[in-house]
């Protein structure tokens, strides 16, 4: 079981036996090749003594041929030690062969030729082999006696260096191998280096080695514990910064995000939404940031100061109940702030930029900390926006100067919008009121008030067009003055005119429905479009225009009809199997007013040849 283990001692263990066997075995190596060449040489010196000795004699037998004793000389060959087979050959081809008492075991590499000779003529050859087991056997005793003195020898030495390597340095590492288990950086260094003391000089180093590493150790965990506590406060410190820094980053971003929503929302609002809507995101960024006061100020005359608040908490107060004194003291210092035209950023007490009036009058305010900006829309004031906190917060608004700024700019551009717009609104609404005029000048006309020939040219087509979808009746009675050339001519045309706008106010007074529409289309000549009306009811309008005419009585001395104004006129209506288009209808109805004219004036001619004759009273 030494030797199955994985300890110093249990390799050093397997290290020596497994040299020690190597060591037996390249020694077992070279004694067989020794004893192998020893008993070589003893074997050939043993074929050599034969040879003396027997070589004579057996070449004597076989050149007398005397075969009994040459027998009897190889068998006695045969019986000496080591000699496994003799053959002789003779001169004559003959074969005499003997094996010893091992048979065929005889070494090849151990037979030997000798050639049989008798004054001087060779009569044979003697062969003799040496026997294989006998070299064997001398080479087993020679490695029996020589490796069993080795194998003692080398595992005395092999236990005599184990033990030696196992008390110098086995057991010492041991030793070192528990305590340094046992040891905590905290504790004390185990000061190993004195326990090694007289020991080897490579225990001894590697204990101090070790003493060292410890006093290291005990140093860098000291450092580490240092640098620890120092990371732990460093951190935390970190953490609070990073929460204020999260902080004030969120609170920007919002504060960011409220410009740009007002800013989107009052992109496209409606004019009369704009106001409120800059009222309603400054009071919202005003309780966001947490202001005192955001609102726009103006300088009026003298030293008045017009204020208007969009925002801010009740601790500010109202501006119109601060003194006069100081109303005036904030009118004059925004009049300097508006004439420089920048932006500023005031700290009651911090700010080399405050003349010693403008501190004054903020102190005075109870303005602790401020962002002014001057609105400035299309190179004109607006007025001064102001962003604020009372003088007792002692807060710093650096932070939020850059989006007020842009708050304002904004603020600004809507007051200009809004006011462009209401520009542009008034002027629009001019404009319309213009149009409608001049659309209705285009459409009238001018003398008589009554819808001109363009306006009834318009009206005609759709009631025309209507007439034909639904089958509703439709009337058209063309009018004329009768003799109105002659009426211009002899009492002039101002009493022409006169007399036209008197039949104007007649045919108005006429046609009460929505449907009549009675128009002037050319010097003395009107006509009347009457929807929804049947011959009937258009010839009782007529005779109605006629009786008012009469009892309006209008002198005409030049007619030879009677001495007062009369009309003639051509009744058609709308037959859609003979009337295809209005144009039809009206010649229609002004050939029945021609018709009218030729059968004596002062009546209404029907188209299809009918007559209505109305008397002037």
């Given at each position: 079981?030494?030797?199955?283990?994985?300890?110093?001692?249990?390799?050093?263990?397997?290290?020596?036996?497994?040299?020690?066997?190597?060591?037996?075995?390249?020694?077992?190596?070279?004694?067989?090749?020794?004893?192998?060449?020893?008993?070589?040489?003893?074997?050939?010196?043993?074929?050599?003594?034969?040879?003396?000795?027997?070589?004579?004699?057996?070449?004597?037998?076989?050149?007398?041929?005397?075969?009994p004793?040459?027998?009897?000389?190889?068998?006695?060959?045969?019986?000496?030690?080591?000699?496994?087979?003799?053959a002789?050959?003779?001169f004559?081809?003959?074969?005499?062969?003997?094996?010893?008492?091992?048979?065929?075991?005889h070494?090849?590499?151990?037979?030997?030729?000798?050639?049989?000779?008798?004054?001087?003529?060779?009569?044979?050859?003697?062969?003799?082999?040496?026997?294989?087991?006998?070299?064997?056997?001398?080479?087993?005793?020679?490695?029996?006696q020589?490796?069993?003195?080795?194998?003692?020898?080398?595992?005395?030495?092999?236990?005599?260096?184990?033990?030696?390597?196992?008390?110098?340095?086995?057991?010492p590492?041991?030793?070192?191998?528990?305590?340094?288990?046992?040891?905590?950086?905290?504790?004390?260094?185990?000061?190993?280096?004195?326990?090694?003391?007289?020991?080897?000089?490579?225990?001894?180093?590697?204990?101090g080695?070790?003493?060292?590493?410890?006093?290291?150790?005990?140093?860098?965990?000291?450092?580490?514990?240092?640098?620890?506590?120092?990371?732990?406060?460093?951190?935390?410190?970190?953490a609070?910064?990073?929460?204020?820094?999260?902080?004030?980053?969120?609170?920007?971003?919002?504060?960011?995000?409220?410009?740009?929503?007002?800013?989107?929302?009052l992109?496209?609002?409606?004019?009369?939404?704009?106001l409120?809507?800059?009222?309603?995101?400054?009071?919202?960024?005003?309780?966001?940031?947490?202001?005192?006061?955001?609102?726009?100020?103006?300088?009026?005359?003298?030293?008045?100061?017009?204020?208007?608040?969009?925002?801010g908490?009740?601790?500010?107060?109202q501006?119109?109940?601060r003194?006069?004194?100081?109303r005036?003291?904030?009118?004059?210092?925004?009049?300097?702030?508006?004439?420089a035209?920048t932006?500023?950023?005031?700290?009651?007490?911090?700010?080399?930029?405050?003349?010693?009036?403008?501190?004054?009058?903020?102190?005075?305010?109870?303005?602790?900390?401020?962002?002014?900006?001057p609105l400035?829309?299309?190179?004109e004031?607006?007025?001064?926006?102001?962003?604020?906190?009372?003088?007792?917060?002692?807060?710093?608004?650096?932070?939020?100067?850059?989006?007020?700024?842009?708050?304002?700019?904004?603020?600004?551009?809507?007051?200009?919008?809004?006011?462009?717009?209401?520009?542009?609104?008034?002027?629009?609404?001019?404009?319309?009121?213009a149009?409608?005029?001049?659309?209705r000048?285009?459409?009238?006309?001018?003398?008589?008030?009554?819808?001109?020939?363009?306006?009834?040219?318009?009206?005609?087509?759709?009631?025309?067009?209507?007439?034909?979808?639904?089958?509703?009746?439709l009337?058209?009675?063309?009018?004329?003055?009768?003799?109105?050339?002659?009426?211009?001519?002899?009492?002039?045309h101002?009493?022409?005119?006169?007399?036209?706008?008197?039949?104007?106010?007649?045919?108005?007074?006429?046609?009460?429905?929505?449907?009549?529409?009675?128009?002037?289309i050319?010097?003395?000549?009107?006509?009347?479009?009457?929807?929804d009306?049947?011959?009937?009811?258009?010839?009782?309008?007529?005779?109605?225009?006629?009786r008012?005419?009469?009892?309006?009585a209008?002198?005409?001395p030049?007619?030879?009809?009677?001495?007062?104004?009369?009309v003639s006129g051509?009744?058609?209506?709308f037959?859609p199997?003979?009337?295809?288009?209005?144009?039809?209808?009206?010649?229609?109805?002004?050939?029945?007013l021609?018709?009218?004219?030729?059968?004596?004036?002062?009546?209404?001619?029907?188209?299809?040849?009918?007559?209505?004759?109305v008397?002037?009273?």
């Amino acid at each position: 079981m030494i030797l199955s283990g994985n300890s110093l001692p249990h390799r050093v263990a397997r290290r020596i036996v497994g040299i020690t066997l190597l060591s037996l075995l390249l020694a077992s190596a070279v004694l067989a090749a020794s004893a192998y060449l020893d008993e070589r040489e003893r074997l050939e010196t043993l074929i050599g003594q034969i040879e003396k000795a027997f070589a004579r004699p057996i070449a004597e037998s076989v050149w007398l041929v005397d075969t009994p004793q040459l027998e009897a000389q190889l068998q006695a060959l045969t019986r000496i030690d080591g000699v496994s087979h003799v053959a002789v050959t003779t001169f004559t081809g003959q074969r005499y062969h003997y094996d010893g008492p091992t048979g065929a075991d005889h070494d090849r590499l151990s037979a030997y030729s000798v050639p049989l000779g008798r004054d001087g003529t060779l009569v044979g050859t003697l062969e003799i082999a040496a026997s294989r087991g006998v070299i064997w056997r001398a080479i087993v005793d020679h490695l029996t006696q020589l490796l069993s003195i080795q194998a003692v020898l080398l595992a005395l030495g092999a236990v005599a260096l184990y033990r030696g390597m196992k008390a110098e340095a086995t057991e010492p590492l041991a030793e070192l191998a528990d305590a340094l288990t046992r040891y905590r950086p905290e504790e004390a260094p185990l000061e190993l280096a004195a326990r090694t003391a007289g020991r080897s000089q490579e225990l001894h180093d590697l204990a101090g080695a070790v003493d060292g590493m410890q006093r290291t150790i005990a140093s860098h965990l000291a450092e580490q514990r240092t640098l620890r506590e120092e990371l732990a406060a460093s951190r935390d410190r970190l953490a609070e910064l990073a929460a204020t820094r999260e902080s004030a980053l969120n609170y920007l971003d919002g504060l960011e995000y409220r410009v740009l929503m007002m800013s989107t929302r009052l992109i496209s609002l409606p004019r009369d939404q704009i106001l409120p809507e800059v009222r309603r995101s400054l009071a919202d960024i005003a309780q966001y940031a947490q202001l005192d006061f955001v609102g726009l100020l103006r300088a009026g005359d003298g030293d008045t100061l017009e204020v208007d608040g969009y925002g801010g908490s009740s601790r500010f107060g109202q501006f119109g109940e601060r003194p006069a004194a100081v109303r005036a003291a904030l009118a004059r210092w925004v009049r300097q702030r508006l004439a420089a035209r920048t932006a500023i950023l005031a700290e009651q007490g911090r700010n080399a930029n405050l003349s010693a009036d403008e501190s004054a009058a903020l102190s005075r305010a109870d303005i602790g900390a401020l962002v002014a900006v001057p609105l400035l829309a299309r190179d004109e004031s607006l007025g001064l926006l102001v962003f604020a906190v009372c003088v007792d917060r002692r807060r710093d608004l650096q932070k939020e100067a850059k989006s007020f700024e842009l708050l304002a700019q904004i603020v600004a551009s809507a007051l200009a919008q809004e006011q462009t717009l209401a520009d542009l609104a008034s002027a629009q609404g001019r404009l319309e009121l213009a149009n409608e005029e001049l659309a209705r000048m285009s459409r009238t006309d001018s003398l008589t008030g009554l819808p001109n020939r363009r306006a009834f040219d318009e009206i005609k087509h759709n009631e025309f067009n209507r007439a034909r979808r639904s089958g509703s009746p439709l009337c058209l009675i063309m009018l004329d003055v009768d003799h109105f050339k002659a009426y211009n001519d002899h009492l002039g045309h101002a009493a022409g005119d006169q007399c036209l706008m008197a039949l104007a106010d007649l045919l108005q007074a006429c046609t009460r429905r929505a449907g009549d529409v009675p128009a002037r289309i050319g010097g003395e000549e009107f006509a009347l479009l009457l929807a929804d009306t049947e011959e009937d009811a258009a010839r009782r309008l007529f005779e109605e225009l006629a009786r008012a005419l009469a009892a309006r009585a209008l002198p005409h001395p030049a007619s030879p009809v009677g001495p007062w104004i009369t009309v003639s006129g051509g009744l058609a209506r709308f037959n859609p199997d003979v009337h295809s288009d209005f144009e039809a209808l009206y010649r229609a109805a002004d050939a029945a007013l021609y018709d009218a004219k030729r059968q004596g004036r002062n009546r209404l001619m029907l188209a299809a040849g009918n007559s209505t004759h109305v008397d002037s009273p």
